[in-house]
């Protein structure tokens, strides 16, 4: 069970697939995530992206839109995530198109 759970979260944070909490993933699970957040600069991503900048939006738009339901930080750009980038980008009165480019991350890490 725990070998299933080591590779489902190796899978989820886009490292290397084997089962062992060596020190890739020990690093991943002491905070490696959020540090590897922490670095992305400006993103474009669009529904179908994925990765440490799509979970690094997705935690913005949570604190930037806390009335609604909250985003599962999966870092899956799916359409959950790209309705609440819409509903972000309506709410601050930027153009709607679900793209976090340069104007809408420009908002999101105000």
Request: net charge neutral; hydrophobic share 35%.
């Amino acid at each position: 069970m725990t070998d299933g759970r080591v590779r489902e979260y190796q899978r989820r944070v886009e490292i290397t697939v084997d089962g062992v909490v060596g020190p890739q993933t020990w690093g991943m699970l002491t905070g490696g995530e959020v540090s590897q957040e922490a670095a992305v600069s400006t993103p474009t991503w669009q529904q179908g992206a994925h990765g440490p900048a799509v979970r690094k939006v997705q935690r913005l738009l949570n604190a930037h839109v806390p009335d609604l339901r909250q985003l599962a930080v999966d870092g899956r750009f799916g359409p959950v995530t790209d309705g609440r980038v819409r509903e972000f980008q309506g709410r601050v009165a930027i153009v709607v198109d679900g793209i976090v480019g340069p104007q809408t991350w420009g908002h999101l890490t105000q």
